[in-house]
């Protein structure tokens, strides 16, 4: 079992032994998924990059900051299962159709595009 | 090597390949994150929830979808691989963190709360 | 004076009285606006429909709505106003562009596209 | 009538020209909000403070970071409407709120907090 499929295997035993399943739409997760990607911005939203670099080689920057990046995994993982939705696999073939979005010899030092990945 | 650490390893690769490492800071990545799961939010914010369980099981809503949870997973892996964040380990925490939060007796039914994992 | 105006000078007091005006840059407070979205989603993202009807006549939820709603407006008002955007007229501008891009007679009962304003 | 109170009224009038009332419960615009702040961040992830002054100087940045706070403005307007907050009261307590929260004297250089408004 990979990591993902043990993860998923246990967010679903835990929303089941709550109850919780019902709240689980895929239109809410997106709402707590997105949710909790803003409390990811709201830790880093004042520091400069320095700071950040900083405040990360310390304990309480990085736990508050390792908290909201695993809130944001719990909620796309337990998306992914609602929806069935493979979410390694997803993002494979994302990134093989951005290798050949980007090639990397018309892409190296350019910044003008959205996608960095 | 885990999905995970796989996954890591060839985002990591193609974004030295392009020399795109350098946008790749903590900050502008948890933008990136944000930004995606707006788009995840942006395809299912009109539809009511029959209609994206319908739209879910055809082929274009769920290419679509399934091509915003594979961006936002992207740039979460590269978040943690930039922060030295291990993913899988911090989502377990955060879950155990959880089980203890949110005895199973005490939640059952309870809708009271934010979380809900 | 406007209202937007009058809101507009009372945050660059503040921000100015308490030195704060260099952590205001544009990125931050995009940061800082998209966090507050999501704090506004967190506040509805496990209520149905009904619930949140409900719920909005009751003070409780409805205080900390118009508080989510608020923090938007704050940050939203300061970004215009850092970034020298009229937020009225680019309002008027992006409606009257609405108003072309989706004719009355062609729109109605059209739910397939992203825009719904 | 005010700059809010007239936008209010185009964009009422606009989506009922286009019988887009429906789309519009608390929760589809919270999401539509989140997502043009979504948006927004993805005109600014890979730009330096730098690079953001000098493009906003230029038409092209510009017209494009208007357009999306414009988005998120109207969506924020059309919530407000729909739940019958009053925008500019709600900015205007919160500000007061956090005057008393955060005394000049004590918040002045300040940079551990979340709240910056």
């Known amino acids: ?12 035993a835990f929303a089941d ?5 019902r709240f689980h739409t895929p239109k809410n997760l997106a709402m707590a998924l997105a949710g ?12 400069s990059d320095e700071e950040i670099r900083t405040g990360l080689s310390e ?8 908290m ?5 995994f719990l909620y796309l993982v337990r998306f992914a299962d ?3 939705i493979d979410l390694a696999q997803a993002a494979l ?10 090639p990397v010899e018309k892409s190296r ?7 960095r990945l």
């Open 93 to 102: 073939d994302k990134l093989a159709r951005n290798e050949l979005r980007y």
């Open 68 to 72: 909201e990046v695993a809130d944001v």
């Open 82 to 84: 609602v929806t069935g």
């Open 1 to 12: 079992m990979t990591d993902i499929e043990d993860l998923t295997a246990r967010i679903r």
């Open 36 to 47: 909790e990607a803003g409390e990811l911005l709201a830790e880093l939203q004042w520091l």
């Open 59 to 66: 304990p309480e920057l990085r736990a508050r900051v390792a």
């Open 109 to 115: 030092g350019n910044a003008t595009k959205h996608d």
């Open 17 to 21: 032994a709550r109850d919780w399943a």
